[in-house]
């Protein structure tokens, strides 16, 4: 009669496995984390140099100047109230017609005249933090961060 040798794996042969495993998990999840923050960042450099700012310059060609401060983003969904009333507003300029929120589900700050950009409108996502500082995303001098 032929014994046969139990073709398994041994238990050190599994725990190797798994050992590597795990030092491969621990090398790739920092990198990954990293990428969901830089997408975030460019979904609102996005927003506000591209989605946004042509919802607005649109208004702009419409109406002849860009919403004021007090009547906001939300300008570009239903036609303002406050004054100045626009009567040749010609919207919604944006396509889904809500405004969005930025990455991290605040509000877009808006003001119009800028104080950086006075002849136009300042734009800014206040960012992972919610304070504006240097990581916020705006549309005066958006270096690559």
């Known amino acids: 009669m032929l014994k046969h040798k139990g073709t398994g794996f041994t238990l050190i042969e599994i725990m190797l496995v798994v050992i590597i495993i795990g030092i491969l998990v621990a090398m790739l999840v920092p990198n990954i984390a990293g990428r969901s ?41 239903a036609a303002p109230t406050i004054p100045p009333v626009p009567p040749q507003w010609n919207g919604p300029y944006l396509k889904k017609k809500k405004v969005p929120k930025d990455p991290w589900g605040r509000d877009y700050v808006y003001a119009a005249p800028g104080t950086h950009n006075p002849e136009s409108y300042d734009l800014s996502s206040v960012g992972p933090d919610g304070v504006e500082d240097a990581k916020s995303i705006n549309n005066w001098g958006n270096e690559e961060k």
């Open 37 to 77: 923050e830089q997408a975030r960042n460019t979904a609102a450099r996005t927003d506000i140099e591209s989605n946004l700012s042509t919802a607005l310059d649109l208004y702009r060609m419409d109406v002849g100047q860009y919403p004021t401060t007090e009547q906001g983003l939300s300008a570009l969904i």
